[in-house]
Nanobody
């Protein structure tokens, strides 16, 4: 079965940094568009960042521009989300997702989803 496995979440103080990893199992990640999403309790799942399978272009939500960076390591079949300058509003469960048809910041675009990893930034 095709799987995405997130890791790297944890509790980080405001202003701190964290790198999330998303490993693809059973398929080659570089043939897919990859998105990172997050969801806080009581809130809708929102797009954070994505990278296109067509040309490698990256996209970021306005709330994280300049602070987060998405990247891939094809040899490791892994995509990363480097987060810096973390704020309490960044708290939530972070998910990675894969699409065979490119990438977008809309959750409905994606077919495969990971189980999520918790990121907590206390106030």
């Amino acid at each position: 079965q095709l799987q995405l496995v997130e890791s790297g979440g944890g509790l980080v103080q405001p202003g701190g940094s964290l790198r999330l990893s998303c490993a693809a199992l059973g398929f080659t990640l570089d043939y897919y568009g990859i998105g990172w999403f997050r969801q806080a309790p009581g809130k809708e799942r929102e797009g954070v960042s994505c990278i296109s399978s067509v040309d490698g272009s990256t996209y970021y939500a306005d709330s994280v521009k300049g602070r987060f960076t998405i990247s891939t390591d094809n040899a490791k079949n892994t995509v990363y989300l480097q987060m810096t300058g973390l704020k309490p509003e960044d708290t939530g469960v972070y998910y990675c997702a894969a699409s065979a048809d490119g990438a977008a910041l809309s959750p409905g675009w994606y077919t495969y989803w990971g189980q999520g990893t918790q990121v907590t930034v206390p106030s």
